[in-house]
T-cell receptor, first 116, second 114 residues
Framework: AQKVTQAQTEISVVEKEDVTLDCVYETRDTTYYLFWYKQPPSGELVFLIRRNSFDEQNEISGRYSWNFQKSTSSFNFTITASQVVDSAVYFCALSDVYSGNTPLVFGKGTRLSVIA | NAGVTQTPKFRVLKTGQSMTLLCAQDMNHEYMYWYRQDPGMGLRLIHYSVGEGTTAKGEVPDGYNVSRLKKQNFLLGLESAAPSQTSVYFC?????????????FGPGTRLTVL
């Protein structure tokens, strides 16, 4: 069965600190996709990244970077030099071939608070 | 392109009342979903649709009904609202199946049942 675990319920950092949000997943499939979404205080869900299981290259987008490691079934998200605007709930999600027509399986989210 | 829109944004109901939440997407997506979000529970799937005229149950379907009469619209109905249905409801859509396409979300509807 698919499962996404975000063990960190809440994280609090001081502005400019680096922070890593952990995501561990379970799937029986060899072909799958991993996602990160951001939910700022305004409430909407914003897509951040999608990564397929065949591409283990780390990705960097500005202050955001993602570390995908199949060996540990993890897809961690790092924010460098955090800013107050990064304060949000971040969700990791998984979709695999067996899910077929069903949607993403989400973790329970990590609430990040960046303090000025 | 408005993306995924939801109506209404907020609603307060009394126990036993009924209402319908409307989700509309202008991206010609085949797949549409309804989730609810509760504190500490993440996003849980209520119902979904893989195309016009089709619907299926998700993880927490009890107390809800859905209809997809038009490809662009996905309606979520509460026939007899209960306080346990107080939640934030999100609609989402996606072009294709599996994980090859990104799932896009609406802005959410905050529902309170008294």
């Amino acid at each position: 069965a698919q499962k996404v675990t975000q063990a960190q319920t809440e994280i609090s950092v001081v502005e400019k600190e680096d922070v890593t949000l952990d995501c561990v997943y379970e799937t029986r499939d060899t072909t799958y996709y991993l996602f990160w979404y951001k939910q700022p205080p305004s409430g909407e869900l914003v897509f951040l990244i999608r990564r397929n299981s065949f591409d283990e290259q780390n990705e960097i987008s500005g202050r955001y970077s993602w570390n995908f490691q199949k060996s540990t079934s993890s897809f961690n998200f790092t924010i460098t030099a955090s800013q107050v605007v990064d304060s949000a709930v971040y969700f990791c999600a998984l979709s695999d071939v067996y899910s077929g027509n069903t949607p993403l399986v989400f973790g329970k989210g990590t609430r990040l608070s960046v303090i000025a | 392109n408005a993306g995924v829109t939801q109506t209404p944004k907020f609603r307060v109901l009394k126990t036993g009342q009924s209402m319908t939440l409307l989700c509309a997407q202008d991206m010609n997506h085949e797949y549409m979903y309804w989730y609810r979000q509760d504190p500490g529970m993440g996003l849980r799937l209520i119902h979904y649709s893989v195309g016009e005229g089709t619907t299926a149950k998700g993880e927490v379907p009890d107390g809800y009904n859905v209809s997809r009469l038009k490809k662009q619209n996905f309606l979520l109905g509460l026939e007899s609202a209960a306080p346990s249905q107080t939640s934030v409801y999100f609609c989402a859509s996606r072009q294709g199946s599996g994980g090859t396409d990104t799932q896009y979300f609406g802005p959410g509807t905050r529902l309170t049942v008294l």
